[in-house]
């Protein structure tokens, strides 16, 4: 390609030259004997020739015009690292790249993922730029949104990628941003198949492996023996610091009643995370947890013991559309996860339904694991599902309701009314 325009660039700078010279020719003939005319006229027709070939090389034949030398001036995107010192300059397309994975894995504005689609098409990425720009077109004009704005994007991005993965069964950021909207919806199934994908595509990242564990333990209700540790070891693999992977290898290792090697991974993370983090509270909890149960001292733990009282109480009750699917004795389960934490529920409530509706109350006793419990943590969200087979795990066919993000603090009694079924 530059030696075309090279040639072209040429050849029209030519022409152009014989342009200019044939009146400059035919006025050196008139002059005739005249030297000083013909001088003035010779280095004026050299001047105006070399501005014509100086304009011509500065406004088309510019090297980077052609071999892409110079980066179009795209904003870095919120969240972007800079590099370290004598660290190499990201390129463009690792760029879009961590653009990509933030904008399917926490959403973004309308301009996040026009930058997206800018960066592609610069990058000769048509499709993909088509793609983020149907995605912007549907994202807020902030990153805040209502929860009925969250769900209508969600769908919409979850049909987008279907569309997508149909044409194109190796399409690996469609496949992941299936698994981040299931895993999102709380469809562990669906996301448990769309990383499956991924993994026979081998294009699993750190982010994905632990993303795929924390999918395995709730499917497993909050177990991370067996797949779910293989998976952490993983991410931990592609990057020893991963705080979500050394999160649940330090959950794995309480679960397993291995304290001191929790110790040891509860103090990793919390060196990882930053010392403005709202998890460090947590972290110190478990800490100290750790360090009790193993007998060794936890000098670095500068957390508070958590308020035995704190409990969320509330009904459940059945939409009338539903109700005549769930029969006397129908098993319910009522959980709280921490909104901000991945692992297992903070507090797990199994009865059975006699009549509508269902009062609840869940607290610190019931936790799964001792170091996770629902007064350690700011924001929860609350599930009541209609399990048809009496099993924990969800299955098609499963009734369910998910409380709006709430804080445990405020004391405010819940009325959860079940409406949606797990597809």
Same mark, same amino acid.
């Given at each position: 390609?530059?030696?075309s ?25 008139a ?6 005319? *013909? ?16 304009l ?10 052609? $071999? ?17 010192p ?55 004009a902030?990153?805040?949104? $209502? ?53 026979? +595509? ?38 020893? *610091?991963h ?5 649940l ?15 040891? +991974? ?42 035995a009282? $704190? ?22 389960f ?56 009496g ?16 804080r ?16």
């Amino acid at each position: 390609m530059q030696s075309s325009f090279w040639f072209l660039a040429g050849l029209l700078t030519g022409v152009t030259a014989a342009l200019l010279l044939l009146p400059v020719w035919r006025a050196l003939s008139a002059a005739g004997q005249r030297p000083a005319l *013909r001088y003035a006229i010779a280095i004026g027709a050299i001047l105006v020739v070399g501005s014509a070939v100086a304009l011509l090389y500065r406004n088309v034949g510019r090297p980077e015009a052609v $071999t892409g030398l110079a980066a179009p001036a795209v904003a870095p995107h919120p969240g972007a690292r800079n590099p370290a010192p004598g660290e190499q300059p990201r390129s463009i397309e690792q760029a879009a790249a961590e653009l990509a994975q933030r904008l399917l894995r926490d959403g973004g504005s309308r301009d996040d993922w026009l930058l997206l689609a800018q960066s592609y098409e610069y990058l000769g990425r048509s499709e993909d730029a088509a793609h983020a720009r149907e995605r912007a077109a549907i994202a807020p004009a902030t990153a805040a949104a $209502t929860p009925a704005d969250n769900a209508r994007r969600a769908a919409a991005g979850l049909a987008d990628y279907e569309r997508r993965v149909a044409a194109n069964a190796r399409d690996m950021d469609a496949w992941l941003g299936i698994a981040n909207l299931k895993r999102q919806q709380r469809d562990y199934t669906g996301a448990r198949d769309a990383f499956g994908h991924l993994i026979a +595509l081998k294009a699993m990242t750190a982010d994905s492996w632990a993303d795929y564990a924390d999918v395995l333990g709730s499917l497993a209700q909050g177990s991370l023996a067996g797949e779910p540790a293989h998976a952490i070891d993983k991410s931990l693999a592609l990057d020893p *610091r991963h705080p979500k992977a050394l999160w649940l290898k330090a959950s794995l290792a309480y679960q397993e009643k291995r304290y001191a090697a929790a110790l040891g +991974l509860w103090k990793q993370l919390r060196a990882v995370m930053p010392p403005d983090s709202p998890d460090i509270a947590i972290i110190d909890s478990n800490i100290a947890e750790a360090a009790r149960l193993a007998g060794t001292p936890a000098t670095e733990t500068a957390a508070t013991a958590p308020t035995a009282d $704190t409990g969320l109480t509330g009904t459940v009750s059945i939409d009338q559309k539903l109700a005549g699917r769930v029969g006397p004795g129908a098993v319910l389960f009522i959980y709280a996860k921490a909104v901000d934490s991945p692992g297992p529920p903070l507090a797990v409530m199994r009865t059975t339904v006699g009549a509508w509706p269902v009062s609840f109350r869940l607290d610190d006793s019931m936790a799964m694991i001792p170091s996770r419990r629902l007064s350690a943590f700011d924001r929860i969200v609350v599930e009541a599902r209609v399990s048809m087979s009496g099993q924990a795990t969800p299955a098609r066919g499963d009734l369910y309701v998910v409380s709006p993000v709430m804080r445990p603090a405020d004391g405010k009694a819940l009325k959860l009314v079940i409406s949606r079924e797990v597809g």
